[in-house]
């Protein structure tokens, strides 16, 4: 008779375990990041955007955008931090995910970085020049070839990662390359920068970085993405409001820098360059909000256009207005 009750406890525990462990599953989300500067990598870093939500996270880190569109459509990946021209290709071609939170507006943070000889925009022709594949930086490369009437015949382009970018330089291969943080400081190491992507945007092409979500996970969990922007955002006013909390010895810029590279010095410098709009703005038709007159849905579309004028994609959709949605944020700015 023990043995028997011992083997029904057994089983019992068993079962615990299994449901408590299908709980879990239930709760879990695979986040998808790139290296750059933004607060909210601290809650990547110290283990508290995990924490505070209650879910079981799995951030991955990947090296563009293009990337972490491939994964979201092998359904590996749920959530992405993405740049705009990856995510106007990705629509473009079918892929269902919405942009919820607006994670950095490129400014500073981004920058095409040439050689000393090279003096003006102008000088590009001929020089072979980088960028990530189909990045937002290789979106603003071939905008500012266009700007300065230079056909890609003129020049070379290479669409190759960030790693390469910066050993192609270290080797003397390229001429420039536009990049973003880490590789922006080492290429600004011996080279200049030439044009900021903020300086390409008023030139005529702008850029955004988004947290996009893929449909299905938005449906099944509204209440996930209102908390999990409610909680990045607080990164972002906790950074405004003390940005000598993130200075160049503080334990927030260690950890970031342990997180992506660099040191905690380059790291506390390169969140000086990031600019995220508030939830205000958010929610307008500034970014997400507005529908058709959506900031989001006019960029997207603007640089489909130009992508496919380019080649890279082969169609432009009539209207890129469902790609935004400003409702997670509105929930985050109510409870806030």
């Not at 750059?36 to 951030?59: C, H, Q, S, V």
């Not at 092409?205 to 449906?219: M, N």
């Amino acid at each position: 008779m023990r043995k028997l009750i011992s083997a029904a406890l057994f089983g019992l525990a068993l079962t615990s375990v299994h449901t408590a462990a299908n709980a879990a599953d239930d709760k879990k989300v695979v986040i998808a990041y790139q290296t750059g500067a933004n607060p909210y990598n601290l809650g990547i870093a110290n283990g508290d955007l995990a924490k505070k939500t209650g879910w079981n996270i799995e951030f991955r880190r990947f090296n563009s955008g293009a990337d972490i569109f491939a994964a979201i459509a092998s359904g590996d990946v749920q959530i992405g931090d993405v740049g705009s021209s990856p995510f106007s290709a990705a629509v473009s071609k079918g892929i269902d995910v919405k942009a919820f939170y607006i994670s950095s507006v490129s400014r500073d943070g981004e920058a095409l970085v040439v050689r000393p000889e090279i003096k003006s925009p102008a000088d590009l022709r001929g020089k072979k020049l980088a960028a990530a594949p189909v990045s937002t930086d290789h979106y603003q490369l071939l905008a500012v070839l266009k700007q300065e009437g230079i056909s890609e015949k003129e020049t070379q382009v290479i669409a190759i990662p960030q790693p390469e970018i910066v050993a192609a330089w270290k080797r003397g291969d390229i001429d420039g390359g536009f990049v973003w943080d880490p590789a922006l400081s080492e290429l600004k190491k011996s080279g200049k920068v030439l044009l900021t992507a903020g300086q390409v945007a008023d030139r005529g092409a702008p850029t955004f970085s988004a947290l996009v979500v893929t449909g299905a996970f938005a449906k099944a969990n509204p209440e996930f993405l209102g908390q999990y922007v409610r909680l990045i955002d607080g990164y972002n006013q906790a950074y405004l409001s003390n940005p000598a909390a993130w200075g160049p010895d503080s334990e927030s810029a260690r950890l970031i820098a342990k997180l992506q590279g660099g040191t905690a010095a380059e790291n506390s410098e390169q969140l000086k360059t990031t600019v995220v709009p508030p939830l205000d703005e958010q929610v307008s038709d500034k970014w997400l909000g507005g529908g058709e007159k959506s900031a989001v849905a006019k960029i997207l579309k603007d640089t489909a256009s130009f992508l496919k004028d380019q080649h890279k994609i082969t169609s432009v959709k009539d209207s890129y207005a469902a790609f935004a949605d400003p409702q997670y944020a509105e929930v985050a700015k109510a409870s806030n």
